[in-house]
Nanobody
Framework: QVQLVESGGGLVQAGGSLRLSCAAS????????MAWFRQAPGKEREFVAT????????YYADSVKGRFTISRDNADNTVYLQMNSLKPEDTAVYYC????????????????WGQGTQVTVSS
């Protein structure tokens, strides 16, 4: 059974940091692009960051550029999202996703999804 399981969410004050993890199981994702998306209450799911299978290519949404860093450890089948300088507008459920089609911002191209982890940033 293929699974992506996110962890590391929680409540943090504005300006604080969190590190999200996404552990993959059921198959190897070492050749897949991985990404983080988020969905705030009443809003559409939006792209946050993506990383190529080799880790040398990353893309970020403009809203998180310079504050968030995506990384991966293929030996552990895990992808991370380091979030610094958090803002209240970063409050959302964060989802991990995987695709064999290369790193991209289009959620429709991602085949595997996790259940999400809640991040709440208080002002």
């Amino acid at each position: 059974q293929v699974q992506l399981v996110e962890s590391g969410g929680g409540l943090v004050q504005a300006g604080g940091s969190l590190r999200l993890s996404c552990a993959a199981s059921g198959r190897t994702f070492s050749r897949d692009a991985m990404a983080w998306f988020r969905q705030a209450p009443g809003k559409e799911r939006e792209f946050v960051a993506t990383i190529a299978w080799h880790g040398r290519i990353t893309y970020y949404a403009d809203s998180v550029k310079g504050r968030f860093t995506i990384s991966r450890d293929n030996a552990d089948n895990t992808v991370y999202l380091q979030m610094n300088s958090l803002k209240p507008e970063d409050t959302a459920v964060y989802y991990c996703a995987a695709t064999f089609r290369g790193p991209q911002a289009n959620a429709d191209e991602y085949v595997y999804w996790g259940q999400g982890t809640q991040v709440t940033v208080s002002s």
